[in-house]
Protein backbone atom coordinates (compact mmCIF):
# COMPACT_ATOMS: atom_id res chain seq x y z
CA UNK A 1 0.00 0.00 0.00
CA UNK A 2 1.44 3.18 -1.05
CA UNK A 3 1.81 6.14 1.81
CA UNK A 4 0.25 9.59 0.51
CA UNK A 5 3.39 12.24 0.29
CA UNK A 6 3.27 15.09 1.87
CA UNK A 7 2.61 18.03 -0.06
CA UNK A 8 5.76 19.98 -1.70
CA UNK A 9 5.56 23.17 -3.34
CA UNK A 10 6.64 22.91 -7.00
CA UNK A 11 9.16 25.89 -8.14
CA UNK A 12 6.22 27.12 -10.54
CA UNK A 13 4.07 27.57 -7.51
CA UNK A 14 6.22 29.42 -5.13
CA UNK A 15 7.53 31.46 -8.36
CA UNK A 16 3.66 32.03 -9.27
CA UNK A 17 3.42 32.68 -5.08
CA UNK A 18 6.20 35.48 -5.27
CA UNK A 19 4.68 37.06 -8.27
CA UNK A 20 1.18 37.54 -6.54
CA UNK A 21 2.89 38.91 -3.96
CA UNK A 22 4.66 41.53 -5.99
CA UNK A 23 0.92 43.04 -6.74
CA UNK A 24 2.29 46.59 -5.34
CA UNK A 25 4.72 46.36 -7.52
CA UNK A 26 2.63 45.79 -10.29
CA UNK A 27 0.07 48.34 -9.60
CA UNK A 28 2.97 50.85 -9.40
CA UNK A 29 4.69 50.20 -12.60
CA UNK A 30 1.07 50.27 -14.04
CA UNK A 31 0.34 53.80 -12.95
CA UNK A 32 3.55 55.31 -13.34
CA UNK A 33 3.45 53.76 -17.07
CA UNK A 34 0.08 56.31 -17.12
CA UNK A 35 2.17 59.30 -15.88
CA UNK A 36 5.16 59.11 -17.69
CA UNK A 37 6.27 60.87 -20.35
CA UNK A 38 5.59 64.73 -18.97
CA UNK A 39 8.22 64.84 -16.08
CA UNK A 40 10.38 67.60 -17.61
CA UNK A 41 8.30 70.37 -17.87
CA UNK A 42 8.34 73.34 -15.62
CA UNK A 43 4.19 72.60 -14.63
CA UNK A 44 5.03 68.98 -13.93
CA UNK A 45 8.17 70.01 -11.47
CA UNK A 46 5.64 72.14 -9.17
CA UNK A 47 2.86 69.83 -9.67
CA UNK A 48 5.27 67.07 -8.35
CA UNK A 49 6.47 69.85 -5.61
CA UNK A 50 3.12 69.92 -4.23
CA UNK A 51 2.42 66.30 -4.17
CA UNK A 52 5.56 65.15 -2.60
CA UNK A 53 5.30 66.20 1.00
CA UNK A 54 1.77 64.08 0.55
CA UNK A 55 3.93 61.17 1.37
CA UNK A 56 5.93 61.92 4.77
CA UNK A 57 2.81 63.55 6.05
CA UNK A 58 1.31 59.64 5.38
CA UNK A 59 3.91 58.23 7.51
CA UNK A 60 4.16 60.62 10.11
CA UNK A 61 0.18 60.56 10.40
CA UNK A 62 -0.11 56.61 10.62
CA UNK A 63 3.05 56.86 13.23
CA UNK A 64 1.02 59.18 15.21
CA UNK A 65 -2.12 56.80 15.17
CA UNK A 66 -0.01 54.14 15.43
CA UNK A 67 -2.46 52.39 12.75
CA UNK A 68 -1.00 50.67 9.96
CA UNK A 69 -4.39 49.98 8.60
CA UNK A 70 -4.35 53.75 8.20
CA UNK A 71 -2.09 53.63 5.31
CA UNK A 72 -4.03 52.82 2.51
CA UNK A 73 -6.98 54.98 3.21
CA UNK A 74 -4.97 57.51 4.03
CA UNK A 75 -3.19 57.67 0.73
CA UNK A 76 -7.03 57.84 -0.98
CA UNK A 77 -7.10 60.97 1.17
CA UNK A 78 -4.10 62.39 0.45
CA UNK A 79 -4.78 62.15 -3.58
CA UNK A 80 -8.12 63.25 -2.99
CA UNK A 81 -6.57 66.30 -1.05
CA UNK A 82 -4.16 67.08 -3.97
CA UNK A 83 -6.73 66.80 -6.84
CA UNK A 84 -9.19 68.94 -4.75
CA UNK A 85 -6.81 71.47 -3.97
CA UNK A 86 -5.40 71.33 -7.51
CA UNK A 87 -8.51 71.92 -9.00
CA UNK A 88 -9.73 74.89 -7.13
CA UNK A 89 -6.09 76.58 -7.07
CA UNK A 90 -6.88 78.61 -3.82
CA UNK A 91 -4.02 77.58 -1.91
CA UNK A 92 -1.09 75.53 -2.87
CA UNK A 93 -0.99 71.84 -1.50
CA UNK A 94 2.26 71.75 -0.02
CA UNK A 95 0.91 74.90 1.81
CA UNK A 96 -2.38 72.64 3.41
CA UNK A 97 0.08 69.63 4.07
CA UNK A 98 2.63 71.42 5.75
CA UNK A 99 0.33 72.84 8.08
CA UNK A 100 -1.21 69.55 8.63
CA UNK A 101 2.19 67.96 9.66
CA UNK A 102 2.37 70.91 11.89
CA UNK A 103 -0.67 70.06 13.38
CA UNK A 104 0.39 66.70 13.89
CA UNK A 105 3.85 67.87 15.04
CA UNK A 106 2.21 69.59 18.24
CA UNK A 107 -0.25 67.05 19.27
CA UNK A 108 2.44 64.65 19.42
CA UNK A 109 4.44 67.22 21.69
CA UNK A 110 1.82 67.97 23.82
CA UNK A 111 0.77 64.56 24.26
CA UNK A 112 4.48 63.53 24.88
CA UNK A 113 5.10 61.09 21.98
CA UNK A 114 7.71 62.96 20.53
CA UNK A 115 9.44 62.74 23.84
CA UNK A 116 9.42 58.65 24.19
CA UNK A 117 8.86 57.55 20.52
CA UNK A 118 11.51 57.35 17.85
CA UNK A 119 9.63 55.82 15.23
CA UNK A 120 7.62 58.82 15.05
CA UNK A 121 10.78 61.15 16.12
CA UNK A 122 12.33 59.50 12.61
CA UNK A 123 8.73 60.21 10.61
CA UNK A 124 8.95 63.92 12.28
CA UNK A 125 12.65 64.20 11.12
CA UNK A 126 11.30 62.58 7.71
CA UNK A 127 8.48 65.22 6.99
CA UNK A 128 11.45 67.96 7.42
CA UNK A 129 13.60 65.89 4.86
CA UNK A 130 11.10 65.81 2.48
CA UNK A 131 9.30 68.69 3.23
CA UNK A 132 12.57 70.65 2.23
CA UNK A 133 12.84 69.21 -1.10
CA UNK A 134 10.20 69.71 -2.21
CA UNK A 135 9.91 73.55 -1.03
CA UNK A 136 13.19 74.22 -1.93
CA UNK A 137 12.34 72.52 -5.90
CA UNK A 138 9.48 75.25 -5.93
CA UNK A 139 11.28 78.19 -4.76
CA UNK A 140 14.84 78.02 -7.02
CA UNK A 141 15.90 78.09 -10.78
CA UNK A 142 13.25 75.77 -12.22
CA UNK A 143 15.99 73.63 -13.41
CA UNK A 144 17.76 73.28 -10.59
CA UNK A 145 14.55 72.54 -8.91
CA UNK A 146 13.87 69.95 -10.87
CA UNK A 147 16.60 67.78 -10.10
CA UNK A 148 15.90 69.02 -6.18
CA UNK A 149 12.44 67.39 -6.40
CA UNK A 150 13.73 64.56 -8.39
CA UNK A 151 16.26 63.95 -5.11
CA UNK A 152 13.22 64.02 -2.96
CA UNK A 153 10.82 61.31 -4.68
CA UNK A 154 14.24 59.37 -4.72
CA UNK A 155 15.35 59.51 -1.31
CA UNK A 156 11.44 59.21 -0.52
CA UNK A 157 12.11 55.51 -2.32
CA UNK A 158 14.72 54.79 -0.69
CA UNK A 159 12.95 55.97 3.09
CA UNK A 160 10.08 53.81 1.59
CA UNK A 161 12.26 50.30 0.91
CA UNK A 162 14.02 50.60 4.63
CA UNK A 163 10.26 50.55 5.81
CA UNK A 164 9.47 47.74 3.94
CA UNK A 165 12.36 46.18 4.95
CA UNK A 166 11.88 47.13 8.83
CA UNK A 167 8.18 46.27 8.47
CA UNK A 168 7.55 49.73 10.67
CA UNK A 169 4.83 52.40 10.63
CA UNK A 170 2.71 51.92 7.40
CA UNK A 171 1.49 49.11 5.44
CA UNK A 172 3.92 46.78 3.90
CA UNK A 173 2.42 46.22 0.68
CA UNK A 174 2.18 50.88 0.56
CA UNK A 175 6.18 50.93 1.58
CA UNK A 176 6.79 48.54 -1.66
CA UNK A 177 3.95 50.55 -3.83
CA UNK A 178 5.54 54.09 -2.93
CA UNK A 179 8.74 53.32 -2.82
CA UNK A 180 9.16 51.88 -6.92
CA UNK A 181 6.25 55.06 -7.51
CA UNK A 182 8.73 57.17 -6.09
CA UNK A 183 12.02 55.96 -7.55
CA UNK A 184 9.94 55.85 -11.21
CA UNK A 185 9.02 59.64 -10.57
CA UNK A 186 12.66 60.37 -9.98
CA UNK A 187 13.82 59.10 -12.85
CA UNK A 188 11.15 60.72 -14.82
CA UNK A 189 12.03 64.10 -13.69
CA UNK A 190 15.74 63.25 -14.67
CA UNK A 191 15.67 61.56 -17.77
CA UNK A 192 12.27 63.36 -19.35
CA UNK A 193 13.93 66.74 -20.27
Do not use: N
Not at 8 to 27: F, K, N, Y
Not at 116 to 129: K, N, V
Not at 148 to 157: E, I, K, N, Q, T
Amino acid sequence: MDTPTPYTETTSSRRIGWLTRRWPTALALAASAVGFGDGGSPESVAALAHVLPVLPLLYLTVSKLGRRQATWPGLVIGVVAVVGLRLFDVIPPAAVFAALALVILLWAVADGQMGRDGDFRLQALGMFLFGGFALAGLIVDVEFGRYLVAAGWFLHGVWDFVHLKRDKVVARSFAEWCGVVDVVIAAQLVFMV
